[in-house]
């Protein structure tokens, strides 16, 4: 299911990474960029983004589209290889579970 918030966090991470609009999706996901794999998610749907992300190959990220859906989405990827992005692409939580610096700092 697609709605305007999921649309918005699309186009900006497709702008960000390099993924042109028409590009077709691969294998489904939302972005793949070489080995970057990235799922746009609402709270809602952040427990199917985990499981479909634990089966696939490279870096694999859950962006949100919303900043209030960040700590569940870190509390979902916890013990897993999966890093967490703001609505903006910015990571707050590497693959690697390393939270990343609050820009600014």
């Known amino acids: 299911?697609?709605?305007?918030?999921?649309?918005?966090?699309?186009?900006?991470?497709c702008e960000r990474y390099g993924a042109g609009r028409d590009r077709p999706r691969c294998d489904g996901f939302d972005v793949q960029v070489g080995d970057l794999i990235i799922e746009?998610?609402?709270?809602?749907?952040?427990?199917?983004?985990?499981?479909?992300l634990q089966h696939a190959q490279g870096q694999r990220f859950i962006a949100v589209t919303n900043?209030?859906?960040?700590?569940?989405?870190?509390?979902?990827?916890?013990?897993?290889?999966?890093?967490?992005?703001?609505?903006?692409?910015?990571?707050?939580?590497?693959p690697d579970g390393l939270r990343q610096p609050a820009r600014g700092s």
């Open 1 to 13: 299911m697609s709605n305007k918030a999921h649309a918005a966090v699309l186009r900006r991470l």
């Open 40 to 52: 746009v998610e609402t709270t809602a749907t952040l427990d199917r983004a985990v499981q479909r």
């Open 67 to 94: 900043r209030e859906a960040i700590p569940d989405a870190v509390a979902m990827t916890r013990g897993t290889e999966i890093g967490v992005m703001d609505p903006w692409g910015e990571i707050v939580l590497a």
